[in-house]
Structure formats: C-alpha cells, structure tokens
C-alpha cells in the first residue's frame, strides 16, 4: 500500500512539472501570436497607406454607359 502512495505522489508531481511546462509554453505562444497580430495589422496599414484603392466609394462611382 505504501508503494502505491508513493507511485502516486511522484506521478502527481511529473504531472505538476508537466502543466507548468506546458502553461509556460502556452503563455510564450500566446504572446508571440499577439506580437505578430500587431506586426500585421502595422505592415496592412502601411501598404494600405502605399497602394491607391482599388474600389471608389459608391458616390464617385460613374453611372453604367446604358444610363
């Protein structure tokens, strides 16, 4: 019976490590995704900001030669 607590224990604490590893990993990534959603959103902004659009808005728009 005392070998099966001590399995136990040493199972929980591998698995303790384990989540704590993991959570690290997880909170890394998730702020490597948001400095690279901000990186986007800067470089769409910037070549926004570069290249005319390709659509006017619908009050410049010329009516159709049919008219």
Known sequence: ???RLTELEVRVA????T???LNEVVTRQQREIDRLVKELEAVKS??????????IPPEDE??????
């Open 1 to 3: 019976m005392n070998e």
């Open 19 to 21: 989540i704590q590893d």
């Open 14 to 17: 591998f698995q303790d490590q």
């Open 46 to 55: 910037l070549l926004a900001g570069l290249a005319p659009s390709m659509v």
């Open 62 to 67: 010329k009516p159709p030669p049919h008219y």
